[in-house]
């Protein structure tokens, strides 16, 4: 674990906050959320992870983010526009734990900034209304799964440029241009937890 951080509201903690996860590998991040705390008409795919504490959320290439060695080809299309998955893992602890060298930052965020990241969220799936999506591979760790998702990957909107949306659709002061890479958004969200 390199660094587990919380960063705190600056009007304090009231008691709808909800505990939020960001966790970079140092190349990916992801946006871990309790699984209890998903409403229950919001992302249906955590029927998935019955028995999960916690889920945590990744975006990227469809070619290349499932693909165990997906050689220089896939690498180089991937910089191209395509269709992307969402990578959904289940996790017992938060990411910190789950992981070996993971940095981790918690935040806490209100009720309405913890909904419209769930909203984000849904809305990341490629699905017709609010329909059920069913995995389209397996994960990368066991019992995960990766799902179509709305948006292009490409080398200007990478899994890191997905989550910095996320974090600026809930209401963060996150800047998502220019966000590529994961110590792009970490440090923003290390500045955040200092002023």
Do not use: K
């Not at 970079?24 to 699984?35: D, E, K, M, P, Q």
């Not at 397996?138 to 490409?154: D, V």
């Amino acid at each position: 674990m390199i660094l587990v951080s919380t960063l705190w509201p600056a009007g304090g903690v009231s008691a709808d906050a909800h505990r939020v996860f960001i966790s970079s590998n140092g190349w990916h991040t992801g946006i871990v959320v309790a699984i209890a705390d998903i409403p229950e008409e919001r992302i249906p795919e955590a029927a998935d992870f019955a028995g999960a504490v916690y889920l945590e959320f990744g975006w990227g290439n469809a070619e290349f983010y499932p693909t165990p060695d997906p050689g220089i080809g896939a690498t180089l299309r991937a910089a191209l526009p395509g269709p992307a998955v969402v990578h959904v893992a289940p996790l017992d602890a938060p990411p910190g734990e789950a992981f070996i060298d993971v940095e981790e930052i918690a935040l806490l965020l209100s009720a309405g900034e913890f909904r419209r990241l769930i909203d984000y969220l849904h809305e990341s799936f490629e699905r017709e209304g609010e329909r059920r999506v069913w995995p389209s591979a397996r994960g990368l760790y066991r019992f995960s799964m990766f799902y179509p998702a709305t948006g292009r990957f490409h080398l200007f909107n990478t899994c890191n440029t997905w989550t910095a949306r996320g974090l600026a659709a809930a209401g963060l002061d996150i800047r998502t241009a220019g966000t590529q890479r994961a110590e792009d958004l970490m440090r923003q969200l290390r500045d955040l937890r200092t002023e």
